[in-house]
């Protein structure tokens, strides 16, 4: 079946639609790039903020760990009691402890435990757990 050849005013509004319906595609697809790599340009840049940021928190939060550490290690009664453990000396070192801990925290005092144990994992002799929140 064939239809009869349309006349020129019909094809010339069908001709003008398609030709408006063609440039409002092309110009949405192109807002639709621009939106998409200016969305990708901007995540990108604030992931690289936030990485750099949870870098420089990492940084300080292990200094400030290391430095506690090295307190609490040179300690006298803490390298009495890793050197030669005694109920004794162990009182000793958990004073010692006590003492950089309470410098440390002041009146806060976060919890903790602290486990007297046959053997420790890889045969260490002190076993320190902690949980670092800043405020």
Not at 25 to 53: H, I, K, N, P
Not at 63 to 89: E, G, K, Y
């Amino acid at each position: 079946m064939r239809f009869p050849p349309l006349s020129i005013r019909v094809k010339l509004p069908l001709l003008i639609g398609a030709l408006v319906l063609a440039v409002a595609g092309s110009f949405a697809w192109s807002a639709y790039r621009g939106v998409s790599e200016a969305s990708l340009f901007t995540a990108s840049d604030r992931l690289g903020s936030v990485t750099t940021q949870i870098a420089g928190l990492l940084e300080t939060s292990a200094t400030q760990l290391l430095t506690n550490a090295r307190a609490v290690a040179d300690s006298p009664a803490i390298r009495a009691f890793l050197q030669a453990p005694t109920p004794r000396l162990r009182a000793a070192a958990l004073a010692a402890m006590n003492e950089v801990y309470a410098r440390h925290f002041g009146k806060h005092k976060p919890a903790r435990s602290t486990v007297q144990a046959a053997r420790l994992p890889r045969d260490a002799r002190v076993e320190i757990d902690a949980i670092a929140v800043k405020a």
